[in-house]
């Protein structure tokens, strides 16, 4: 089932057993946490998908072009995210509008936001939900355990962390722990 929002653009739930889904759906994940991981040199957190969301493929003229996961509950968009190649069309703000429009309250955007997602809750009008504690501290395990396991396998002696400064990771073993990190959600839930 799909839901029309207008110029060609519609949102498609994603269905766990189908095999293209499931690998579209990795591959959108893994490089939003590569493009955050070079936008604040760490682990972004939000889920693709969980026992408490519900995701939809975000498709243009039938390709689909980014996804959005809700946390109903919450009222809440846990991640929304649109390949590069298509940003800049206001695809997001339709997104985000016509969920805002259909949703009984104000929708809200879980933080931390980065500057678009900050400015396009600014120019829509919604809220920001935060992270129940348990959540920010599973997100603070999560990272903890990605470092020590770099810290632990990285071989690369500096080679690999950005400008040769020990203090920071190593940028391929952050990568590679990335990707591990991605299919290991996506495979949860699958």
Not at 65 to 85: C, M, N, T
Not at 121 to 136: K, V, Y
């Amino acid at each position: 089932m799909a839901m029309e929002l207008g110029d060609g653009v519609t949102l498609k739930g994603w269905l766990l057993y189908d095999a293209s889904d499931v690998a579209c759906l990795r591959g959108m994940y893994t490089s939003y946490l590569l493009e955050e991981y070079d936008r604040i040199s760490e682990l972004a957190f939000g889920n693709p998908v969980a026992g408490y969301l519900v995701t939809s493929f975000i498709r243009r003229n039938d390709e689909n072009v980014g996804f959005v996961s809700l946390d109903h509950e919450q009222r809440a968009v846990e991640l929304i995210y649109v390949k590069p190649e298509h940003r800049g069309n206001g695809l997001a703000a339709l997104v985000l509008g016509e969920l805002n429009r259909i949703c009984p309250q104000t929708l809200a955007l879980k933080t931390p936001l980065s500057p678009g997602g900050e400015a396009l809750a600014e120019a829509l009008g919604l809220e920001r939900a935060h992270n129940f504690p348990h959540e920010e501290a599973k997100n603070q395990e999560t990272l903890r355990i990605i470092r020590e396991g770099i810290k632990r396998t990285c071989r690369h002696q500096g080679k690999g962390r950005s400008g040769g400064d020990p203090r920071k990771m190593c940028r391929r073993c952050y990568q590679a722990a990335l990707h591990k990190y991605a299919d290991a959600v996506i495979a949860k839930f699958t």
